[in-house]
């Protein structure tokens, strides 16, 4: 088998009430931008894949296009090992077109990508919804409308101000008390001092964890931050690929670890990251990006084949106006089930992908 033909399209998608408009310490914004990859091989297979390009300056669909034809087109799409070795491509091009590899290795076999992942653990993924930073009330609000859509999970960005993030979590926890774990994504706002005060005054709130509150390096300032809390430190920036995990699991600098496949290069890293979490008994959560389907449904294959993914893993899935997948994935109690077709189980719309399409 040969790859015959590459797409690389760009889409933006519009994101509705209650997630839009999404805000972070950094920026604020109302829709969820990607790049879809598609290829095409002389057996007839198509596979699909997708890498997030939100805030990324200067992104060009025709360029990452004509760039990933030079390397792949006459390429084997199965020889996923050899991918790893000698892509020369930027890595969250390398993590979109991966998805599309692991897409078609899925069809050829004939199974679920979760099958050959290792097999399917857990038939339905839990979901944590993730929200914008919010007032008060707004955060009361979107906590009792998550409670009523039966998810166990709410992630929050926050990093504006310590007192802002203490009152967000309080809104929380005064709509709705224990009825959902609570994780805040600060997003490196913090200096390590300032973020063990705040870790210190989240205390009474027992969140699940405090997420990336300080920059990703050095590890050692991880490892004082969680001497100075109970409150539990997770990691993601500083999750780059699996190397950057064993260090951080030799550093006991986080009781969490994030991986996310635009970072990590695609599955494979966030899956050998997820057996190194096994190890060191760590939960390992996917992270999201404003993920769209391909991207949403390869973390649900992840999660589902591997034991270090046990917990909800970050989702906006929900807060899309639309889905460029001819059938959009369906999140039934905050949880979304296997596809049970073989390869991720999303097939990519033409017809929505034109009519999404970022012209760049």
């Known amino acids: 088998m040969q790859i015959t033909r590459v797409e690389v399209t760009v889409v933006e998608i519009p994101q509705v009430a209650p997630i839009a408009p999404y805000s972070s310490h950094l920026r604020t914004s109302s829709t969820t931008c990607s790049a879809i990859v598609r290829l095409d091989t002389d057996d007839g297979l198509v596979g ?5 390009v939100n805030f990324l300056p200067g992104i060009s669909g025709r360029r990452m296009q004509a760039e990933a034809e030079e390397w792949l087109i006459g390429r084997d799409p199965l020889n996923l ?9 930027e890595t969250r ?44 009330d707004q955060a009361g609000e979107i906590a009792a409308w998550c409670v009523e859509q039966g998810y166990s999970t709410l992630k929050t960005k926050a990093g504006k101000s310590i007192d802002s993030d203490l009152e967000m979590v309080r ?33 009474p709130y027992e969140l699940e964890y405090l997420e990336q509150p300080i920059p990703a390096e050095p590890l050692s300032d991880a490892n004082w931050l969680r001497s100075q809390t109970t409150t539990p430190i997770a990691l993601n920036e500083s999750v780059t690929d699996p190397a950057s995990a064993w260090e951080i699991l030799k550093a ?20 050998k990251i997820g057996h190194l979490c096994e190890a060191a008994r760590i939960p390992a959560i996917m992270h999201c990006g404003h993920d769209l389907g391909p991207k949403t449904a390869a973390m649900v294959h992840v999660a589902a084949a591997l ?16 889905d460029i997948s001819v059938e959009p994935l369906k999140i039934t109690g905050g949880k979304i089930a296997v596809p049970q077709t073989p390869g991720l189980g999303v097939e990519g719309c033409p017809d929505k992908l034109k009519r999404y399409k970022v012209d760049c």
């Open 93 to 136: 091009l390398k993590s979109g077109i991966e998805i599309a590899l692991w897409d078609l290795c899925g069809k050829a076999a004939g199974q679920p990508l979760a099958v050959l992942l290792g097999g399917i653990l857990r038939p339905q993924v839990e979901l944590a919804a993730c929200m914008g930073i919010q007032g008060y």
């Open 252 to 271: 006991d600098a986080a009781a969490f670890l994030l991986p996310d496949t635009p970072q990590a290069g695609g599955i494979l890293p966030c899956v």
């Open 171 to 203: 809104g929380v926890r005064d709509a709705v008390g224990d009825k959902l774990k609570l994780r805040i994504d600060p997003n490196r706002a913090y200096s390590p001092q300032d973020a063990a005060e705040l870790a210190r005054q989240l205390e």
């Open 81 to 89: 090992a050899q991918f790893h070795q000698t892509c020369p491509l």
């Open 307 to 322: 034991p270090a993914y046990s917990l909800a893993n970050d989702s906006t899935y929900y807060g899309l106006e639309d």
């Open 48 to 52: 699909w894949g997708e890498h997030n």
